[in-house]
């Protein structure tokens, strides 16, 4: 089977720079993806690795080591609006996708 | 595009009581996924179609729940009869292609169980 694991919470402040953990195992591979969801919101997609290295969009980086079985996300210049929960997932033969825990994000004035 | 529409957007029912929920994907859209989130249990596929074919059923937690696709444009979660741990948001979300990783969300069914 598939499983994820993330930090609960991480908590910064304004300007500053974070990143969010997630440690995976899967009976097949396929990439890693991150998804965004703000309170009472659902989940937005954020970003996709499905080879090794870093990915770049903006304030967001995504990074993907496949024989390490981990992956992160990076989110630079912390602003208020990046307060969410954030949920690595992975696309997988059969059970298709599947979420991790999921990785709530507090960002302080 | 107007994206994934859901409907209602709440509901609130009592135990006992048949709950059906709807779900619009994108037009072109071959894939469409059911999803449960509770605080307990986090995000859960309960289900997923291809060209309106249901392909993995394996996450419905019980013959209670029920979902069809009867055409492109449409499908629905039914639960009957409903209880309170079914208490939750249900998503729909779709994607074009097996092999694009992006999902399109809907905004999502909160469902009360009294």
């Known amino acids: 089977g598939q499983s994820l694991e993330q930090p609960s919470e991480v908590t910064a402040v304004e300007g500053a720079i974070v990143q969010i953990n997630c440690t995976y195992q899967?009976?097949?591979?396929?990439?890693l993806s991150w998804y965004q969801q703000h309170d009472g919101g659902a989940p937005t997609f954020l970003s996709y690795n499905a080879l090794d290295g870093l990915e770049e969009t903006g304030r967001f980086s995504s990074f993907l080591s496949r024989s390490d079985s981990y992956g992160y996300l990076l989110l630079q210049e912390l602003q208020m609006k990046d307060s969410a929960s954030y949920f690595c997932a992975v696309p997988a033969a059969g059970q298709n996708f599947v979420f991790g825990p999921g990785t709530r994000l507090s960002v302080l004035p | 595009d107007a994206g994934v529409i859901q409907s209602p957007r709440h509901e609130v029912t009592e135990m006992g009581q048949e709950v059906t929920l709807r779900c619009k994907p994108i037009?072109?859209?071959?894939?469409l996924f059911w999803y449960r989130q509770t605080m307990m249990r986090g995000l859960e596929l309960l289900i997923y179609?291809?060209?309106?074919?249901?392909?993995?059923d394996s996450g419905m937690p019980e013959d209670r729940f029920s979902a069809k696709m009867p055409n492109a444009s449409f499908s629905t979660l039914k639960i009957q009869p409903s209880e309170p741990r079914d208490s939750a948001v249900y998503f729909c979300?779709?994607?074009?292609?097996?092999?694009?990783?992006?999902?399109?969300f809907g905004p999502g069914t909160r469902l009360t169980v009294l």
């Open positions: 037009s072109g859209h071959d894939y």
């Open positions: 179609f291809n060209n309106n074919v249901p392909i993995d």
């Open positions: 899967t009976s097949g591979f396929y990439g």
């Open positions: 979300a779709s994607t074009p292609d097996r092999g694009t990783d992006t999902q399109y």
